[in-house]
Every structure is written in C-alpha cells, then in structure tokens.
C-alpha cells in the first residue's frame, strides 16, 4: 500500500520505528536526569543561589533592563523593516545609476557582522573624534544588518510573482510606483510574513550583543547578578531566569505575527442576503426560442430572498 508521497511502512518497519523512538525518549530522558543530578550535586538547587530573586529590588533591576531591551528592539525593529523597503525597492530599479549603490550598501550592510557594527560605532568613532551612545550604537548596528537581510527577503518575494502581475498593472494606466505600492508590495509581504518576523526574533536576541559595549540590557544585568559572591555567583540561575524572558518574548513575538498571518489570509466573507451566484451554459437547438445569435445560452441562477431566480 503506498502514499502520494511515501510508501506506507508495513509491520516490520512499524515495530522498528516504535523500538527507535523509544530509544530515543530513553535517551534524552537519560541525558536529562544525568544534568539534573549534576545540578543538585553542585547546590545549583539551593535556596542561597535562587535567594537572589526573592528580592523586589532585583526584580525593579530586571524589568528596567527589559524595558532598555524593549526600547532598542522597537526601534531598531521599525527602522530595519524601513530600510528594508528602501533597498529592495532601490535594488529594484531599472536605472544602473540606482540599482548599484543599493546593492553595494546592502551587500556591505549584510556582509559586517552586528558586533563588528556595534564595535566599530562605540569604540571605533571616538578615535575620529565621534562620540556614541550605547544606545544608538546597538540601535544603528541592528538597522542596517537586518535592514540589508530584510531587502533581500522582500526583493525575492517580489521578484517571484509572476510577470503578468506587473503587466496588469502597466496593462490598466498605473505608473511604476503605483504598481510596486498597489500591486506586488502587498503580495510579497503577505508571502514574505515568516521571514519577515523571524529577522525581527533575531532582532530581538541581537540587542543581547550590546552587553559588550556596556549597554544595560538584561544580558548586561545577568551577568553582574551571575558575579555576586553573597549568593553564591548564581551563573545558572541568572541564565535560567533571564534566557526564560527572551523566550517569552520570542513566543509573544510569533504569536502576534501568527495572528498577522491569519487576519492577513482571510478571504472576504460575502455580505447581505445572496447567497452566491451561478453562471452556467446551456447548449441549445435550432429553432429554439431562446437562441438568439449564438449557439449557447447564458443562465445565471441567483439565489434571493425566499427562492432562486432565474435570468436569461
């Protein structure tokens, strides 16, 4: 017996697949209770390690760092998706003297790695006599990289329509802006949604990166509650608790771009008392009443109010 895509195991591969993904639990259950004993018999569980935030203030700490991480990824969020738009619709232009600049910036852009940026904005510039904020330093790093990845994302998403999307529009009067507006930039970010929201989930753990030029972030804030000495230097804990928030955030993210997707690929319900329309065609004989120029007859059926109506 056999699938459209595969063949259907028989008895003998059945058994043989619940014999390996018993294994396998058996395993990582293994794998699991080996790191759970090495904790406990490290202290990892005891209450001097986890003490640490029993305390409201360290509490005040975390969330002033969630909100410096919040802050730097919302704007840096906005401005990526932004410069985005800009290089994939300047890599999209007809004129060379457009065209290549773009691609030289986005190339580059994507090319550095988001430390090196950051390095480069906050140690770098004052060299130059150019002093930066950490703030900014995290904020500009994270726009042109993801901007630049971003620019590629969406250049692919409108490069892959198909041509006649375009020729429609040019077909009905619409100049070339209004095509790219009207036309294909709303389909490719409909198709480009995924990609789009995991580059901003990146976005998101890259401000981690700006602990390294002192921004207060919460990776900033779990390593100097990871180094207090009156608890025990809590290096776990600290990651624990402050890798649990980055997940969160993560899930929050991509529950809200989930929801995107699905408002986004809703099809208009039809309104009112219709309840649909039919058009069929009848052949019909000679010498029948109802033929007129041609061979065929267009009924449309339409169904209203208590009964359906015929037009001919």
């Not at 259907?8 to 058994?15: E, S």
């Not at 030289?104 to 090196?116: K, Y």
């Amino acid at each position: 017996m056999t699938s459209v895509l595969y063949d259907v195991p028989g008895p003998k591969a059945i058994l043989r697949n619940r014999v390996i993904a018993v294994l396998t639990v058996l395993l990582v259950a293994a794998v699991v209770g080996f790191l759970l004993y090495r904790f406990a018999l490290s202290g990892q569980f005891s209450a001097q390690k986890w003490g640490l935030f029993t305390y409201s203030t360290i509490w005040e700490q975390i969330f002033q760092a969630l909100g410096k991480t919040l802050a730097a990824f919302a704007v840096a969020g906005v401005l990526s998706v932004v410069l985005g738009f800009v290089l994939a619709i300047g890599r999209l232009s007809d004129h060379k003297a457009v065209r290549i600049p773009f691609m030289g910036v986005t190339e580059v852009f994507r090319a550095v790695p988001v430390l090196v940026m950051m390095m480069l904005l906050y140690y770098g510039l004052p060299s130059v006599g150019v002093r930066m904020d950490p703030y900014w330093a995290v904020v500009i790093a994270l726009v042109v990289y993801n901007g630049s990845v971003l620019a590629e994302a969406l250049r692919a998403g409108i490069e892959s329509l198909p041509r006649g999307q375009k020729e429609a529009g040019y077909a009905i009067g619409l100049r070339k802006s209004g095509v790219m507006r009207l036309i294909l930039l709303p389909q490719a970010v409909r198709a480009m949604l995924p990609v789009i929201v995991a580059q901003l989930v990146v976005t998101m753990k890259d401000t981690a990166l700006g602990f390294i030029i002192t921004y207060p972030e919460l990776l900033y804030l779990a390593k100097q509650l990871s180094s207090n000495v009156q608890f025990g230097r809590p290096l776990l804990q600290s990651a624990f608790v402050i890798g649990g928030i980055y997940i969160i955030m993560c899930l929050i993210l991509s529950a809200i771009a989930k929801q995107l997707e699905v408002r986004m690929g809703k099809s208009p319900k039809a309104k009112g008392g219709n309840a649909g329309t039919a058009t069929a065609t009848v052949p019909v004989q000679p010498g029948d009443p109802r033929l007129h120029q041609q061979g065929t007859v267009t009924e449309v059926i339409a169904t209203q109010g208590d009964g359906p109506r015929v037009e001919r």
